[in-house]
């Protein structure tokens, strides 16, 4: 299993970190999402078929790209 935490800084409110756990946690290996308004951080853990490109490149696409 792969993990990674990131700052998204465009997360703002409740509905935002919504978007992002619900979107994420939608592809296939994707074990689980949390996403917090306060610190701005998402925490990710993962398996085959997903990988960190393929998370981070849906994560620009709705607009949740994480800092570099």
């Given amino acids: 299993m792969s993990a990674k935490t990131v700052t998204v800084p465009a997360i703002s409110c409740n ?3 919504h978007t992002i756990e619900m979107e994420v946690g939608e592809l296939a290996g994707v074990s689980s999402v949390s996403a917090d308004v306060d610190s701005k951080q998402v925490q990710i853990e993962w398996d085959e078929p997903a990988n960190w490109e393929q998370i ?3 994560l620009a696409e709705i607009n949740f790209p994480p800092s570099k």
């Fill in 56 to 58: 981070e490149a849906l």
């Fill in 15 to 17: 509905h935002c970190t």
